[in-house]
Nanobody, 123 residues
Framework: QVQLVESGGGLVQAGGSLRLSCAAS????????MGWFRQAPGKEREFVAG????????DYADSVKGRCTISRDNAKNTVNLQMNSLKPEDTAVYSC????????????????WGQGTQVTVSS
């Protein structure tokens, strides 16, 4: 049974930082690209960042480029999202997702999903 469990969300003031983590089990983690998505109330789920199965390449949404860094540790089956200079518009539920091999920016391309962790940025 595949499980993706996110942690690290919380309440932070604008300009602050958070580090989200996603722990994976039940899959050959090093064979999967990992993505972070977010969904704000009343909005569609959107791509935030993704990293290839070996961690060599990463992709970012324009809205977070330069403020977020995605990384992975295949020995620990974890993927992290470091978010800096947070803005109120970053408020959303953040979820990690897994798909075989290559990064994709559309949610439907991902096979496995975590439950998500809430990030709230106050102004």
């Amino acid at each position: 049974q595949v499980q993706l469990v996110e942690s690290g969300g919380g309440l932070v003031q604008a300009g602050g930082s958070l580090r989200l983590s996603c722990a994976a089990s039940g899959l050959t983690f090093s064979s999967y690209a990992m993505g972070w998505f977010r969904q704000a109330p009343g909005k569609e789920r959107e791509f935030v960042a993704g990293i290839s199965w070996r961690g060599i390449s990463a992709d970012y949404a324009d809205s977070v480029k330069g403020r977020c860094t995605i990384s992975r540790d295949n020995a620990k089956n974890t993927v992290n999202l470091q978010m800096n200079s947070l803005k109120p518009e970053d408020t959303a539920v953040y979820s990690c997702a897994a798909r075989r091999l290559s990064v994709a920016t559309t949610p439907v391309a991902y096979t496995y999903w975590g439950q998500g962790t809430q990030v709230t940025v106050s102004s």
